[in-house]
């Protein structure tokens, strides 16, 4: 273990957050792209050891993000979330319980159901005395105005990378100007339904949402029991973001009629704000066009580099080919049918 200088501190780290001596760590593949996680074996217990990526000066403290989430669901009686165990936010470590599982790969109606109650039940603790001082999510979306800023701001960040003629074409010829037209025809869209495009969702239509929300961040037991994983983007925000996000995730193989489920869960979780439906199918293409952007990340030199620190294994020329002709494809689509929200009833 010394011999990696890598290895060597998370090694460190496991052993000051177990308090006991660690007899084994080992890297696990697979389990999310921005962070790094172990198994870490010791004389009474096994862990899970997540190591984030380093921090810059405006990124939240994800690390202890995590664990504050995890610590609040599970004092609050949320069982199908790992417990977390202890937080070193200086070094960007997290140990949690180990979860015996595997990754659900082919979700069914039954999974759409429990994914449903776990957001009814975290929905239900909104209320509570210390739900208030939890954060707002990351990179939340409570106006239809923050959304698109959010694009502007990723279509900036895409468009300052050097040296990428590909990537620069596709900007400016295809995705720019879909951006333009979706907007105005989202921007039309909130007038005649009588919405303001800038005003924030009132503060009783917020809810605790996890972030980045979705099977891709899930492990099934073999009860067949679903724990969910990955609470460190968790906060206040918007569900239309949270639904929005579930039904586009690329990370996830959900057909149309498991979409279409889903979509009808949130209404029934979140629908007591009455423009919930609305401004779900209005925004539904710009949050598709977010995430466009965000299949590009590749291209992000500080991106690649979390990619690499969570075990990346494909050689960097490779992803960006892969993700720019993923977002082409993403973006005809989205071209073609932007109009009409797919899911409703």
Request: charged share 20%; proline share 6%.
């Amino acid at each position: 273990m010394a011999a990696d200088p890598v290895l060597g501190a998370t090694a460190q780290a496991a052993l000051a957050l177990a308090g006991q001596p660690a007899t084994a760590i080992e890297r696990v593949r697979g389990y999310g792209r921005n962070s790094g996680v172990y198994q870490v074996r010791a004389a009474a217990a096994v862990y899970a050891l997540k190591q984030y990526p380093p921090r810059r000066a405006d990124d939240r403290d994800r690390a202890t993000v995590e664990f504050t989430a995890l610590r609040f669901l599970t004092g609050h009686g949320i069982a199908t979330v790992p417990q977390p165990i202890a937080v070193d936010a200086a070094g960007g470590y997290l140990l949690l319980e180990w979860i015996e599982g595997e990754p659900v790969e082919t979700p069914d109606a039954t999974d759409i159901a429990a994914a449903g109650d776990f957001l009814r039940a975290i929905h239900a603790l909104r209320s509570e005395s210390d739900a208030a001082a939890l954060p707002m999510a990351a990179e939340a979306c409570v106006s239809a105005a923050d959304t698109t800023a959010q694009i502007e701001r990723r279509l900036a960040r895409l468009a300052s990378v050097p040296d990428e003629p590909a990537l620069a074409a596709f900007l400016h010829e295809t995705l720019e100007p879909l951006f333009a037209e979706v907007l105005a025809w989202a921007k039309a869209s909130y007038a005649a339904a009588g919405l303001s495009f800038t005003a924030e969702a009132d503060a009783s239509a917020q809810t605790l949402c996890p972030a980045d929300f979705g099977f891709h961040n899930a492990l099934r037991r073999s009860s067949g029991e679903l724990i969910f994983i990955d609470f460190d983007y968790f906060g206040w925000d918007d569900p239309v973001k949270l639904t929005a996000d579930f039904l586009l995730h690329p990370g996830m193989r959900l057909d149309a009629a498991l979409k279409r489920q889903f979509s009808a869960v949130a209404i029934g979780i979140y629908g007591s704000d009455q423009s919930f439906r609305r401004r779900l199918a209005l925004l539904y293409p710009l949050f598709s066009l977010r995430w466009c952007t965000i299949l590009l990340n590749e291209f992000l030199p500080e991106r690649w580099a979390n990619r690499v620190t969570a075990g990346e294994a494909a050689d960097w020329p490779s992803a960006k080919q892969r993700q720019l002709d993923r977002a082409r494809e993403w973006a005809h689509s989205l071209a073609a049918n932007f109009r009409r929200f797919p899911y409703g009833e």
